[in-house]
């Protein structure tokens, strides 16, 4: 019996707006799941979701990490 509870999660909140920045940043949010101001997410915390909060730390911040 796998117990959901121990997977490691990361929750985070998009600050700042998709207009006038590259495609590829855009992307990269609607791959976390944000596509406007102040939308939270909770994610899996792996290393892939890891690298894109990484790659656009001027548009989200993290907000909890369990």
Do not use: C, F, W, Y
């Not at 899996?44 to 690298?51: I, L, W």
Request: hydrophobic letters at 35%.
């Amino acid at each position: 019996m796998a117990k959901a509870s121990t997977k490691k999660t990361v929750t985070v909140e998009q600050i700042g707006s998709p207009i006038r920045r590259p495609a590829v940043q855009r992307k990269t949010l609607i791959g976390l799941g944000l596509n406007k101001m102040h939308r939270v997410r909770t994610l899996e915390d792996t290393p892939s979701v890891r690298g894109m909060i990484n790659s656009i730390p001027h548009l989200v911040r993290v907000v909890d990490e369990k």
